[in-house]
């Protein structure tokens, strides 16, 4: 289920404070949920960097040691899990680098669909790559651009990249917003006092107290220093394609993303649900922890008691590093388990957010059933995923695909072992999601359509 579909990342920025170091940590720290594989921070006192960064979570990279040592009233934080680029210490951001104007530091959360193209010139150009990830394209853009001074090189860089980007560039004094022309990311900018600050979700805005200001347009590039703050487009101002995903998925509940609460979204997604596909049954379950707030609604429409069956324990690994098929089952049973007075006897209602590959779903389906559920209905909150995510989600080939395996959902119920498995339709999706029904392009749906609002530049 949601569990094999990697997180995308999570970026953080503050300017003009002076614990700019330690915020970007707690902002960090409410962004763990985007990205698990590495974290990292930059900060600068004016004069001169200091950056930590390393592989694992944030209070494993950073200690309270090494933030005091972070002294500084301008920094950007990163959180990853590798879309573009393997999973390497080279590759964890924010990325830093020298070049003639000073310091550079670049933060990125997406993926650029022409990184291949422009790294290919760039080599030719006689650039020298030190990763694999395609955020440092964004660097070697800068350090060539003819336009020496950072704050015209940096916004003018920007139309040379394209994909989905929530992006934060910084140098000794100065730092460069800027969301991809589409809008696929989210970005928020909120205020502590006169320090600005940039995250991917408010979530991070909420966690050190920061009043929410705006979200950043699609398009769009904010230049702060001394001066004050600069903004400007990089492209004509397009149809916001907010990746749908977001609300389905990979944002926190807690966070408002363009004007839209996630955990009502979650909750209408789950109403919907439940009006398209009715069941009789004793119980609705979710699977933890994204899918709560669909089976709570679920449950609100159809009257269905909802109970909490399956319990997640939040100190296990990930299953899939496990050696042996027998192993990997067991990593299941630690991360999941049943709570067998809720489960035993009834007709269960399982809501889950999306099923990727299948493998999980049909582990935690078994659950149920060995916990003595006498019926499994599997319920997802989202349409069926029939298209890989160019833009910064690292899903399976289409060929992997769970839903492009099956020829109907009774096929693919059967295969996971539900009585029944039903998927919310695109347009109940669109219904809740969209803010304008009578125009659906103003989010990305294209892992369950195909319609991508991009050229992909594939190979």
Same mark, same amino acid.
């Given at each position: 289920?949601?569990?094999?579909?990697?997180?995308?990342?999570?970026?953080?920025?503050?300017?003009?404070?002076?614990?700019?170091?330690?915020?970007?940590?707690?902002?960090?720290?409410? *962004?763990?949920?985007?990205?698990?594989?590495?974290?990292?921070?930059?900060?600068?006192?004016?004069?001169?960097?200091?950056?930590?960064?390393?592989?694992?979570?944030?209070?494993?990279?950073?200690?309270?040691?090494?933030?005091?040592?972070?002294?500084?009233?301008?920094?950007?934080?990163?959180?990853?899990?590798?879309?573009?680029?393997?999973?390497?210490?080279?590759?964890? %951001?924010?990325?830093?680098?020298?070049?003639?104007?000073?310091?550079?530091?670049?933060?990125?959360?997406?993926? =650029?669909?022409?990184?291949?193209?422009?790294?290919?010139?760039?080599?030719? %150009?006689?650039?020298?790559?030190?990763?694999?990830?395609?955020?440092?394209?964004?660097?070697?853009?800068?350090?060539?651009?003819?336009?020496?001074?950072?704050?015209?090189?940096?916004?003018?860089?920007?139309?040379?990249?394209?994909?989905?980007?929530?992006?934060?560039?910084?140098?000794?004094? %100065?730092?460069?917003?800027? *969301?991809?022309?589409?809008?696929?990311?989210?970005?928020? =900018?909120?205020?502590?006092?006169?320090?600005?600050?940039? +995250?991917?979700?408010?979530?991070?805005?909420?966690?050190?107290?920061?009043?929410?200001?705006?979200?950043?347009?699609?398009?769009?590039?904010?230049?702060?220093?001394?001066?004050?703050?600069?903004?400007?487009?990089?492209?004509?101002?397009?149809?916001?394609?907010?990746?749908?995903?977001?609300?389905?998925?990979? +944002?926190?509940?807690?966070?408002?993303?363009?004007?839209?609460?996630?955990?009502?979204?979650?909750?209408?997604?789950?109403?919907?649900?439940?009006?398209?596909?009715?069941?009789?049954?004793?119980?609705?379950?979710?699977?933890?922890?994204?899918?709560?707030?669909?089976?709570?609604?679920?449950?609100?429409?159809?009257?269905?008691?909802?109970?909490?069956?399956?319990?997640?324990?939040?100190?296990?690994?990930?299953?899939?590093?496990?050696?042996?098929?027998? =192993?990997?089952?067991? +990593?299941?049973?630690?991360?999941?388990?049943?709570?067998?007075?809720?489960?035993?006897?009834?007709?269960?209602?399982?809501?889950?957010?999306?099923?990727?590959?299948?493998?999980?779903?049909?582990?935690?389906?078994?659950?149920?059933?060995?916990?003595?559920?006498?019926?499994?209905?599997?319920?997802?909150?989202?349409?069926?995923?029939?298209?890989?995510?160019?833009?910064?989600?690292?899903?399976?080939?289409?060929?992997?695909?769970?839903?492009?395996?099956?020829?109907?959902?009774?096929?693919?119920?059967?295969?996971?072992?539900?009585?029944?498995?039903?998927?919310?339709?695109?347009?109940?999706?669109?219904?809740?999601?969209?803010?304008?029904?009578?125009?659906?392009?103003?989010?990305?749906?294209?892992?369950?359509?195909?319609?991508?609002?991009?050229? =992909?530049?594939?190979?």
């Amino acid at each position: 289920m949601s569990s094999e579909m990697k997180e995308k990342c999570g970026v953080f920025g503050i300017f003009n404070h002076s614990q700019a170091a330690h915020l970007t940590y707690y902002g960090l720290h409410a *962004l763990q949920h985007r990205g698990q594989e590495s974290a990292g921070i930059v900060v600068s006192n004016g004069e001169r960097f200091k950056h930590h960064r390393g592989m694992g979570l944030v209070s494993q990279v950073f200690s309270r040691e090494t933030l005091n040592n972070m002294s500084g009233n301008l920094a950007i934080g990163h959180v990853r899990y590798s879309t573009s680029g393997e999973s390497l210490i080279q590759n964890a %951001q924010p990325l830093v680098f020298k070049y003639s104007e000073g310091d550079l530091a670049v933060a990125h959360n997406g993926n =650029l669909i022409n990184a291949r193209i422009e790294r290919e010139v760039l080599q030719d %150009q006689g650039s020298i790559f030190q990763t694999t990830t395609d955020t440092e394209v964004i660097a070697h853009l800068i350090a060539r651009s003819k336009r020496k001074r950072f704050e015209e090189a940096g916004p003018h860089i920007l139309n040379r990249i394209d994909g989905s980007f929530a992006l934060l560039v910084m140098t000794e004094k %100065q730092m460069l917003i800027a *969301l991809d022309r589409h809008g696929l990311r989210p970005l928020s =900018l909120g205020k502590i006092g006169d320090a600005v600050v940039a +995250a991917s979700e408010t979530c991070a805005l909420n966690a050190v107290n920061a009043k929410f200001w705006r979200d950043v347009d699609p398009g769009e590039w904010l230049l702060i220093n001394e001066s004050g703050i600069q903004t400007g487009r990089f492209a004509p101002k397009e149809e916001l394609s907010l990746c749908s995903f977001e609300f389905v998925y990979f +944002a926190r509940p807690d966070s408002v993303i363009q004007g839209r609460s996630v955990l009502s979204i979650r909750k209408e997604l789950g109403q919907v649900l439940a009006k398209e596909h009715p069941t009789e049954a004793d119980v609705v379950v979710a699977v933890p922890d994204s899918s709560v707030p669909a089976a709570i609604g679920f449950s609100q429409q159809s009257g269905i008691p909802y109970e909490m069956g399956l319990i997640k324990n939040p100190y296990t690994g990930r299953s899939f590093i496990e050696p042996t098929q027998e =192993l990997r089952e067991l +990593a299941v049973r630690l991360k999941l388990s049943t709570v067998q007075e809720i489960l035993v006897g009834k007709r269960v209602i399982l809501v889950d957010d999306s099923i990727v590959r299948g493998t999980t779903s049909k582990r935690i389906v078994q659950l149920i059933r060995d916990a003595g559920a006498k019926e499994v209905h599997v319920r997802i909150s989202s349409p069926m995923v029939r298209n890989p995510c160019y833009y910064g989600i690292d899903m399976p080939t289409k060929e992997e695909l769970f839903a492009n395996r099956h020829e109907h959902e009774r096929a693919m119920g059967q295969s996971i072992g539900a009585d029944t498995l039903a998927f919310l339709s695109t347009e109940g999706l669109l219904e809740v999601v969209d803010v304008n029904l009578a125009d659906t392009s103003n989010r990305c749906i294209a892992c369950f359509s195909g319609a991508y609002p991009t050229k =992909l530049y594939l190979k």
